[in-house]
């Protein structure tokens, strides 16, 4: 069992209330503020949640640095309001920082191999175990799996 922080708790609703207001400026049709404010909210929830240090080094890795260019740029484009094209190069930033087609290969390969109980390494080891701990992971993978076939 994960055990959270006060602080991090704290952190944990920053960064909710970050997504919240990212997806109501896009709902809005593209609010430079609400995404600005939303971005900014976003960064300071995750740097409560997992450290500043280690905030740092995930973003500054060599092989992450394209994905962090673009994220940031992104970022730096809507506080330049200009919100279509930085949420387009935040898009960009943020599949290429967590690099999503080897976490759904890893996921897919994982399921196939059953007998197996833990998740290979990925970007987002915590999120796929804690989903992976859910008693009905099998259903809900092959109604997802079904769709995209």
């Known amino acids: 069992m994960i055990t959270i922080t006060e602080f991090q708790k704290i952190g ?8 919240f207001f990212v997806l109501f400026g896009i709902l809005l049709y593209f609010d430079s503020v609400l995404l600005a404010f939303g971005n900014i ?8 949640i997992i450290g500043l240090r280690r905030t740092f080094t995930f973003f500054f890795q ?8 673009f994220f940031l740029g992104g ?5 330049f309001r200009w919100p279509v094209i930085g949420m387009i190069l935040e898009t960009y930033g943020f599949v290429t920082l967590f690099n999503f087609s080897n976490i759904m290969l890893k996921m897919d ?15 987002m080891d915590i999120i796929f175990n804690f ?5 009905d992971k099998h259903r809900i993978y092959d ?3 079904q769709k995209h076939l």
Request: without cysteine; positive net charge; charged residues 15%.
């Open 131 to 135: 989903l992976w701990t859910l008693p």
């Open 143 to 145: 109604h997802t799996r």
């Open 109 to 123: 390969l994982q399921y196939e191999n059953t007998e197996r109980t833990e998740l290979p390494s990925a970007n």
């Open 75 to 79: 970022i730096l484009v809507v506080l």
């Open 62 to 69: 060599r092989p992450k640095l394209k994905g962090t260019s």
């Open 41 to 48: 909210l976003f960064l300071a929830g995750l740097a409560i």
């Open 12 to 19: 944990v609703g920053i960064t909710g209330f970050g997504i």
